[in-house]
């Protein structure tokens, strides 16, 4: 299973930026997806916004009412729709799926799958 972002870049502050990320590569079931923030001067991912399979969202108190979270669970993908930007978002945005395979009795948990990361830059 791979997990891969995109929609990265540079946003002017007050500006909007998307991004994606999807799973692929098997026969699996994504559950609950996240987003995460790691910011240049901290060591700690910080957990943005998540969504579970029936489309559940909950946000972290920096970015309710300028992010929103949504996916499609047809295409295992997940979106973040970046409004009101900040340069304090700027960071390398990860995405992570919890990830389990029905169909494999040899796995039976869920399984913690990231992406490698895409970085925003806000700055004017």
């Known amino acids: 299973v791979q997990v891969v972002e995109s929609g990265g870049g540079l946003a002017h502050p007050g500006g909007s930026l998307r991004l994606s990320c999807t799973a692929s590569g098997g026969d699996f079931r994504v559950n609950d997806m996240r987003w995460h923030h790691e910011g240049p001067r901290t060591v700690q991912r910080k957990v943005l916004a998540?969504?579970?399979?029936?489309?559940?969202?909950t946000y972290g108190d920096s970015v309710k009412g300028r992010f929103t979270i949504s996916r499609d669970n047809a295409k295992n993908t997940v979106y973040l729709q970046m409004d009101s930007l900040i340069p304090e978002d700027t960071g390398v945005y990860y995405c992570?799926?919890?990830?389990?395979?029905?169909?494999?009795?040899?796995?039976?948990?869920?399984?913690?799958?990231w992406g490698q990361g895409t970085q925003v830059t806000v700055a004017s």
């Open positions: 998540s969504i579970t399979r029936a489309g559940e969202a």
């Open positions: 992570s799926a919890e990830i389990d395979f029905p169909g494999d009795s040899r796995y039976s948990g869920v399984y913690p799958y």
